[in-house]
């Protein structure tokens, strides 16, 4: 039994069809355009007869990218509608997937020729879409477009719904990885905080935890990135970066072994060990683009949160003058500064000439950390409990004490 499908002129698609058609061709003279315009609005009757909506996606956005440079924005955004609204059509996840796949990226495909309305484009057949994993291979040619478009700042208010959207999106760890890149790479464009550029790159570098050396090769030069990023944020003091497989495999590489050091410096050392490291390789902390000042600047309050954790909550101003390599009158000012940087928590005693820590950040939370933590919680717990037995027993005596009285006054 033949389906019949209405294929009138009226039919949206076919006028897509026709007007692109007539466009693309306009210049080829009247008897050649007529010719291809029929053959290709016969083509597109015959798919959608046969039900190939994938050919006919195909077809159309071929037609349609070829006006691009030459249609207004009010016609490309109608042509691109009808065009995105195929993806309603497939019955199939294949084909469905296929279809937004084939859109998005012919979509994504020159994006030095009106970004903007690209993207919306996109994101209107992001919206047409219910599959989620559609969804993301949208986004993921939507991010594409958008650095080499260079109209980042579209895209960079969606980062805030992350979590949501992964949620939603339940990729893979490939997806995962390729996805957290492409994030980090955009807020590397736009010039964002190096806090948010860090969060993606950890990401991307999480992902490699569990796989074997082979695979984690391939996050080298993105580790090496991470850590001159974490290097160079001038309020990021803490970070787990050692604990990572795809960053350990960089101490005994030959290219980034260097970076490996650095890193180690920042994270675990003081003032003294980043100078030491500074005099022989100022040339490779230049090509990274690290300002030896800055550098020297954090590794200052760095120092400060060591001597707080080390030396019993109470720190002499002769051994913060003596490990910061700074004058007695700069004393007080750094330590204010460590304070304002929420490193630590401390009251200055001038009489005495010391500072008493009461808290202080953690530069390095691994398997040390966590025990310690997990000390200070069953203490806390035990405490607590006493508390409680306390209450409970003296609220027992108090309510057994009327009684007594009772009996012995009868």
């Not at 058609?21 to 053959?39: D, K, R």
């Not at 074997?212 to 003091?237: G, L, N, Q, S, Y």
């Amino acid at each position: 039994m033949t389906t019949v499908v209405p294929t009138s002129e009226e039919d949206p698609v076919l006028s897509v069809v026709r007007f692109t058609a007539e466009m693309s061709w306009a210049e080829a003279g009247p008897e050649v355009a007529e010719q291809q315009v029929s053959s290709l609005c016969l083509e597109a009757q015959e798919f959608m007869i046969a039900g190939r909506w994938l050919d006919l996606a195909s077809l159309m956005i071929t037609s349609a990218d070829l006006v691009f440079s030459k249609a207004s924005d009010k016609d490309l955004e109608c042509i691109f509608t009808i065009i995105c609204d195929l993806v309603k059509k497939p019955e199939s996840l294949e084909e469905l997937l296929e279809m937004a796949k084939l859109l998005s990226s012919k979509i994504a495909q020159q994006p030095n020729d009106k970004p903007a309305l690209r993207l919306k484009i996109l994101f209107n057949l992001y919206n047409l879409l219910e599959n989620p994993y559609g969804r993301f291979c949208v986004y993921k040619n939507a991010l594409k477009l958008a650095l080499e478009g260079k109209v980042v700042e579209h895209v960079i208010p969606s980062f805030k719904k992350m979590d949501s959207l992964l949620k939603e999106w339940d990729l893979g760890v490939q997806d995962q990885r390729d996805l957290f890149l492409s994030v980090s790479n955009v807020l590397k464009e736009h010039k964002s905080s190096p806090k948010e550029t860090l969060k993606f790159l950890t990401k991307y570098l999480a992902t490699f935890s569990g796989e074997d050396a082979h695979v984690t090769e391939e996050a080298k030069e993105e580790a090496a990135h991470t850590i001159v990023e974490f290097v160079k944020a001038p309020d990021m003091f803490q970070h787990d970066l050692l604990e990572m497989p795809a960053v350990a495999q960089l101490e005994k590489d030959t290219k980034y072994a260097l970076v490996y050091q650095l890193l180690k410096i920042f994270q675990t050392q003081r003032l003294d060990a980043y100078l030491e490291f500074h005099t022989t390789n100022s040339e490779l902390l230049k090509s990274y683009g690290l300002v030896h000042e800055e550098c020297i600047a954090k590794m200052r309050l760095m120092s400060i949160v060591d001597l707080a954790s080390n030396e019993s909550g109470q720190i002499s101003y002769s051994l913060i003058k003596d490990t910061l390599q700074i004058e007695d009158d700069e004393v007080e000012p750094w330590v204010v500064k460590a304070i304002t940087s929420k490193l630590i928590d401390c009251k200055i005693d001038q009489m005495n000439q010391v500072i008493r820590v009461s808290r202080c950040t953690e530069r390095v939370f691994g398997p040390r950390q966590w025990l310690a933590l997990r000390e200070k919680l069953a203490t806390w717990r035990g405490n607590i409990a006493n508390v409680i037995t306390t209450i409970q027993a003296n609220k027992a005596t108090e309510e057994g004490t009327p009684a007594m009285q009772g009996l012995v006054i009868s």
